[in-house]
């Protein structure tokens, strides 16, 4: 079972949700799946409750895309910006500590790249190895609670839509600067 390739500009990104992270050491985890990827094709891991649905990722992607081409990233790498996107914040650690990937929780995988045929194959591969469930990446009343928590945001009216929670998201994202 492949799941779908998203367009993104000029690069492709699959999003793969995860029930559950089985292993303990996250970090060695990341490291193994990044050395596995073929040459062109990078990745970024996440919690699954801090995602707000496959277009929050994909918005971010886009923005940190932009960000690339027009040499204003937040951090030295693309997946990084990434990272720093998906979580509305400007520190790496902070990043890290509020939606890194953890054990025995759900997660996120992100791999994208400009090679679509490079990433089907690494999408691919991984799949092998993991239980596939974007189910734990949709849009929630919870997870609009659990982010905007995070993110200091007051619950209003205005945001209590999928929708417009979504968007909110992404301009926050987009409002990032070094």
Known sequence: ML???HRVGDSYAVILGM???NVKETGKLIDRLRKALPEGVLMQAVRADAIYGVDHVINALRIALESQRRDLLLAEKLEID??????????????LSNIGLMYHKPGCLVLFSIHKRRLAMAAKDILQYLDSDNSVLLASKMKRERISKRIGLETSEYLQNDVT????LSEKAALLNR
């Open 3 to 5: 799941t779908d390739i």
């Open 82 to 95: 990434l990272l720093l996107r998906i979580a509305c914040v400007d520190q790496i650690s902070l990043a």
């Open 19 to 21: 029930r559950c992270v």
């Open 165 to 168: 929670f979504s968007e909110f």
